[in-house]
Antibody
Framework: EVQLVESGGGLVQPGGSLRLSCAAS????????MQWVRQAPGKGLVWVSR????????TYADSVKGRFTISRDNAKNTLYLQMNSLRAEDTAMYYC?????????WGQGTLVTVSS | QSALTQPPSASGSPGQSVTISCTGT?????????VSWYQQHPGKAPKLIIY???KRPSGVPDRFSGSKSGNTASLTVSGLQPEDEADFYC??????????FGGGTKVTVL
């Protein structure tokens, strides 16, 4: 069974940092391009970032470019999202997604709240 | 990276069909055959139901079908069932390794 389990979300002050993790199992993680997609409360899905299977190429949405960094450890079957200089508008559920450009596999999400 | 345009809501009675549009530009929907559709029930993660415009992942009922004409993609749900009531989102590859989603459509089964 495919599982993507996100962790690392929580309450953080504006300007702060968080590191999200996503533990993958049930599929060959190292073969899959991976993404992060977020969803603000009551709002739609927004693509955040993607990384290729070996971790050598990354892209970002304009809204997070320069502040967020996506990475992966294929030996640990884990995807990461380092989020710096957080803003109130970054408040959202963050989903770890396997596959590109379609999202074949989705985690249940981890909630990030940016507030003072 | 402008969002794709979807109608905010759609509805139909059980057994009927409903079609949702997803309008982009020649830089995304019109330029690539990488349109996907997702179904999201309240409080749940999205689920892939259509990829590459019209392909269905294993286990997705053939009541769900996708198509594209020019800069507009469409999702049709035939034979509506109560469990089809959900939010539906389209997405499209937008070049330069970017992706864009639609704003979402809430489907109500009357």
């Amino acid at each position: 069974e495919v599982q993507l389990v996100e962790s690392g979300g929580g309450l953080v002050q504006p300007g702060g940092s968080l590191r999200l993790s996503c533990a993958a199992s049930g599929f060959i993680f190292s073969n899959f391009w991976m993404q992060w997609v977020r969803q603000a409360p009551g709002k739609g899905l927004v693509w955040v970032s993607r990384i290729n299977s070996p971790g050598t190429s990354t892209t970002y949405a304009d809204s997070v470019k320069g502040r967020f960094t996506i990475s992966r450890d294929n030996a640990k079957n884990t995807l990461y999202l380092q989020m710096n200089s957080l803003r109130a508008e970054d408040t959202a559920m963050y989903y770890c997604v396997g596959g590109w450009p379609q999202g074949n596999y989705w985690g249940q999400g981890t909630l990030v709240t940016v507030s003072s | 990276q402008s969002a794709l345009t979807q109608p905010p809501s759609a509805s139909g009675s059980p057994g009927q069909s409903v079609t949702i549009s997803c309008t982009g530009t020649s830089s995304d929907v019109g330029g690539y055959n990488y349109v996907s559709w997702y179904q999201q029930h309240p409080g749940k993660a999205p689920k892939l139901i259509i990829y590459e415009v019209s392909k269905r992942p294993s286990g997705v009922p053939d009541r769900f079908s996708g198509s594209k004409s020019g800069n507009t993609a469409s999702l049709t749900v035939s034979g509506l069932q109560p469990e089809d009531e959900a939010d539906f989102y389209c997405s499209s590859y937008a070049g330069n390794s970017n992706l864009v989603f639609g704003g979402g459509t809430k489907v109500t089964v009357l």
